[in-house]
């Protein structure tokens, strides 16, 4: 199982995306660069913890189409069968560096996700229905006490997509980085000093939203959930946006929902209406186009269900964007959107805090909290179309 922004990465690596925030997801590369089939990844173990690290490299051969993992010689392995009841995957780890070193390994043309954990190796399984995934916010996950984490990225024929991501999860830190050709380095992901603990302090101290954390049974913090686990869960209440929506939907009652979804395209644009308990939008000739029933919180912070985003050029892009404006809470305050200003987020008393918590502990104010976090580029994410070298460096937990 791949989460909502696995999905998205590889489709919009592939298919050129689907809004202006997307647009260089699609760039070509130089007309005489040809990106090789593995490129180096340059893993530094900065976390200053003594335990060991192992990486796995897991995903979805861009070649073959088969779901497997890689080896550090950038070697595709497809899984073998799985079972029902989950049968255990092969060992897919490879040996991280130690605490103040280096080790290079490297990727082939999958859209996966580079996993590291602490300590421990993880335990994954295959379904009949191919690799299990950790799901921490189940408690009997056999990795729930686990300190990991996980990159997600895309290299293909078009370069390399690389992210930082708390979609799922907020936990153990690190940064991405792409290596161009030209020796510049990009980076994402880095949290601001003290920013790591800040967070969870942070979660604690906004009511309601404490929940969200994980701890082993020795009081160890080990991660907090995203809010759509936490509402899957009873961690946060159901009608944790409720208000927000209600309001949302009355508004646009009597007023009108402007949304322009394409940077490139600024003349395309869709009118916003409600009636009844739907909202209605046409297009520039009245003709209505696609609807949406009253959302809620799960909808909101999973940006699925009834703000389901296909991957076309009208229902989805128009969902993209009333998702990054629920749980921005800038659909109030703006009836233009998506709203470009990142000083206008988080601004409404409910809205989604865990990603405003992250958000203001990132250094560059960048990070993906939600599934289209990129809408507007606000994202934490690197790209390159010649990439020399990927980077992930892991942080200390401080």
């Not at 686990?229 to 961690?235: D, L, P, Q, R």
Request: glycine residues 10%; aromatic residues 8%; contains cysteine.
């Amino acid at each position: 199982m791949l989460s909502r922004l696995r999905h998205r990465l590889l489709a919009v690596a592939s298919a050129a995306g689907l809004t202006g925030a997307l647009l260089s997801f699609g760039a070509a590369p130089p007309a005489d660069a040809a990106v090789p089939a593995t490129i180096p990844l340059k893993i530094t173990n900065n976390s200053a913890r003594g335990d060991a690290v192992h990486i796995y490299n897991l995903g979805t051969s861009l070649t073959t189409g088969q779901q497997g993992w890689a080896d550090e010689n950038g070697t595709f392995h497809a899984w073998p069968a799985g079972g029902n009841p989950p049968t255990p995957a092969p060992d897919a780890s490879i040996p991280g560096p130690a605490a103040g070193q280096t080790k290079t390994i490297r990727i082939p043309k999958l859209s996966g996700r580079i996993y590291f954990s602490y300590g421990q190796k993880l335990d994954f399984r295959l379904t009949t229905g191919g690799l299990v995934q950790p799901a921490v916010q189940n408690p009997s996950d056999p990795n729930r006490n686990i300190l990991f984490n996980w990159s997600e990225y895309t290299l293909n024929d078009g370069g390399l997509w690389l992210n930082s991501t708390q979609v799922d999860m907020f936990s153990a830190p690190y940064t991405v980085g792409v290596q161009r050709a030209d020796g510049g380095v990009t980076s994402a992901g880095q949290l601001k000093a003290g920013g790591y603990r800040g967070v969870f302090d942070a979660l604690r101290a906004q009511p309601g939203w404490g929940g969200l954390i994980q701890t082993r049974p020795d009081g160890t913090v080990l991660r907090a959930l995203a809010p759509l686990y936490g509402v899957e869960t009873g961690a946060l209440p159901a009608s944790v946006m409720d208000d927000y929506i209600n309001r949302v939907w009355q508004k646009y009652a009597s007023t009108t929902l402007t949304v322009t979804p394409f940077g490139d395209r600024p003349d395309t644009k869709y009118f916003g209406r409600v009636s009844g308990n739907v909202m209605n939008f046409t297009n520039t000739s009245g003709a209505v186009v696609t609807s949406f029933q009253k959302p809620d919180a799960s909808s909101v912070f999973g940006c699925h269900r009834l703000l389901d985003a296909p991957n076309d050029q009208v229902r989805g892009p128009i969902s993209r964007t009333l998702c990054a404006g629920f749980n921005r809470s800038t659909l109030l305050s703006n009836p233009n959107q998506p709203d470009p200003s990142a000083a206008n987020f988080y601004r409404d008393p409910v809205t989604n805090h865990y990603a405003r918590i992250i958000h203001e502990r990132m250094a560059d104010g960048k990070a993906y909290a939600f599934a289209f976090d990129d809408v507007g580029n606000h994202e934490s994410l690197v790209h390159d179309g010649n990439p020399a070298e990927a980077r992930l460096t892991l942080a200390p937990l401080d």
